[in-house]
């Protein structure tokens, strides 16, 4: 299966915007890019997930680099809510084989 | 309201007892997953099913047994639990639809293997 190499963890200023970067080199041609996040003491929740365009939806942005061995999650203006482990993920469907393996993720600091 | 729940959310067992942890999901999603979650890791996946009657091994199903006689169902069983195994346990069903593929996590159980 291919990995996911991201920083063990990050900080950033409230409201300010957050570049978490993920490192994919071994992606291939139909890996999809998820990234989830943990809140403290809480199940994952989904966040964002594309394919080869950039994504945005009301959580983030996703920006994919041109040969895709590498992905950027966006927020655009961090709150103290968003205090949490992000987890970047490749999705790879084959056939009933579709195992989504997590890694140790970025625990990212929000300072006030 | 239709989600995910386990149950038990806290548990507290011996070395060498069976323990089953319960995972239940009411929107009918064909694929489910068990993962469990240490200090110091992340989300290691223990096995998944991708529909009733079809489980599949994950990174860790060493010691551990699932069925899935039911959709809705995916309970987890320790055998023989151990140390080891002191764990917060997630269920996780997906959905796939309208262009969306989504993990949805249960709150956790949380075991104790004294």
């Known amino acids: 299966d291919a990995k996911t190499t991201q920083p063990n963890s990050m900080e950033s200023n409230e409201e300010e915007p957050v570049h978490l970067p993920c490192n994919h080199s071994?992606?291939?041609?139909?890996?999809?890019i998820h990234w989830y996040r943990q809140l403290p003491s809480q199940g994952p929740e989904y966040v964002i997930h594309?394919?080869?365009s950039n994504v945005n939806n009301r959580m983030a942005s996703l920006a994919i680099a041109e040969d895709r061995k590498s992905s950027t999650l966006i927020l655009h203006r961090a709150t103290l809510r968003d205090a949490a482990v992000y987890y970047c993920?490749?999705?790879?469907?084959?056939?009933?084989?579709?195992?989504?393996?997590f890694g140790k993720g970025t625990r990212l600091h929000i300072l006030p | 309201d239709a989600g995910i729940t386990q149950s038990p959310r806290y548990k507290i067992t011996e070395t060498g007892r069976q323990v089953t942890l319960m995972c239940h999901q009411t929107w009918s999603h064909s694929y489910m997953f068990w993962y469990r979650q240490d200090l110091g890791h992340g989300l290691r996946l223990i096995y998944y099913?991708?529909?009733?009657?079809?489980?599949d091994k994950g990174e860790v199903p060493d010691g551990y047994v699932v069925s899935r006689s039911k959709t809705e169902n995916f309970p987890l069983t320790l055998e023989s639990a151990t140390r080891s195994q002191t764990s917060v346990y997630f269920c996780?069903?997906?959905?796939?639809?309208?262009?969306?593929?989504?993990?949805?996590f249960g709150p956790g159980t949380r075991l104790t293997v004294l």
């Open positions: 993920i490749l999705r790879r469907v084959s056939g009933r084989d579709d195992k989504i393996i």
């Open positions: 996780a069903s997906r959905r796939l639809a309208g262009g969306l593929d989504t993990q949805y």
């Open positions: 594309g394919l080869t």
């Open positions: 099913s991708a529909a009733a009657d079809i489980t």
């Open positions: 071994t992606i291939s041609g139909t890996d999809y």
